[in-house]
Nanobody, 124 residues
Framework: QVQLVESGGGHVQSGGSLRLSCALSGSGLNYYNIGWFRRVPGNDRKGVSCISSTDGVTNYGDSVKGRFTISRDNVTKVYLQMDDLKPEDTATYYC??????????????????WGQGTQVTVSS
C-alpha cells in the first residue's frame, strides 16, 4: 500500500511558476514509477509528466514540454516544477504510483495509487 499527498498548488498569473510536491509513504517506494496527471472538470485525467523508477527516465506531455520539469530527490518526494504557466494549465493535478511496469506511461489504468489532488489556477 502506498499513500501519496500532493501540495504546492495555488493561484498564479500567466507566465508565473509553481512547484508541486508529491509525498509518498509506504513500502517498496523505490520500485514505483510516478506520474503527474491533471484534470479539468468534465474531462478525463490527462498525463502531464512521469518518471520511471528503473533509471529515472522522464516523459512529458506535448503541451508542457520545455516548461515543466519532473524530478525525484529521494524515494519519498517527487516534484513537478511548472514554469511559464498558461491559463490552459489550470486544472487539478494528481500524482500517482505504478508498480507494475518497466517504464512510466500516461495510461491511467497503469497506476495503482493516487493522491487527492491539488488545484492549480492560472489567470491571464
Amino acid at each position: 500500500q502506498v499513500q501519496l499527498v500532493e501540495s504546492g498548488g495555488g493561484h498564479v498569473q500567466s507566465g508565473g511558476s509553481l512547484r508541486l510536491s508529491c509525498a509518498l509513504s509506504g513500502s517498496g517506494l523505490n520500485y514505483y514509477n510516478i506520474g503527474w496527471f491533471r484534470r479539468v472538470p468534465g474531462n478525463d485525467r490527462k498525463g502531464v509528466s512521469c518518471i520511471s523508477s528503473t533509471d529515472g527516465v522522464t516523459n512529458y506531455g506535448d503541451s508542457v514540454k520545455g516548461r515543466f520539469t519532473i524530478s525525484r530527490d529521494n524515494v519519498t518526494k517527487v516534484y513537478l516544477q511548472m514554469d511559464d504557466l498558461k491559463p490552459e494549465d489550470t486544472a487539478t493535478y494528481y500524482c500517482a504510483a505504478d508498480q507494475s511496469h518497466y517504464y512510466c506511461s500516461f495510461y491511467v489504468p497503469d497506476y495503482d495509487y493516487w493522491g487527492q489532488g491539488t488545484q492549480v489556477t492560472v489567470s491571464s
